[in-house]
């Protein structure tokens, strides 16, 4: 088991829960405890995943969700990766007022030997000054209150960490008041190997 638990999404019942979840997650990644397990998956089932648990959600708050599919297979672990997008993906919900979210991956790198999983909002954007801040812990833009409802500020370093430990990247492109794409950049996968990848699962 990684150790990382998995942020619900169930209302105000379960955000104590979650803010500690967070909490016991930040900690156990700055102790170096969380083992990754690299492996050849397919994206597909996990921006699936991933739009399944928040399609609803998004929809409550008049949002448009869209989560292009993919063929594209990379190297990675799934349960991480899979938490990097959901945090990436709960925040843009949870700043977005109107509009619509995207998720897509296509292949990137000179040598196309890269995929890039964009999550982009149509949100109120970052100030160019903020965005190395956001990254700590316990930093919220748009939360002066500190209504915990809102999280603690944890989910961008939680990412930041992930990334870290996979040894993926991470870049945002952002425009006061006109969104911002959040980009994980991680190896690609040949469609050979991921054939041979699905061969030897069947």
Known sequence: RHGLTKTGHHGAVGAMGDL????????????GVIETRIA???????????????GAIAQAKGLELVVRKTALWVRSDRILLERILVNLLSNAVRYTDHGRILIA???????RSQVRIDVRDSGPGIPEEAREAIFQEFVQLGNPERDRSKGL????????RLVSLLDHRLE???????GSTFSVILPRVSAEEAARAEAAAA
């Open 153 to 160: 500020g944890l989910g961008l370093a939680i990412v930041k």
């Open 172 to 178: 945002l492109r952002s425009a006061h008041g006109a």
């Open 20 to 31: 500690l979840d967070s909490l016991l997650d930040i900690s156990r990644l700055d102790a």
């Open 105 to 111: 991956a296509r292949v990137c790198g000179t040598d």
């Open 40 to 54: 050849v998956l397919p994206l597909r089932p996990v921006l699936e995943r991933i739009a399944s648990e928040f």
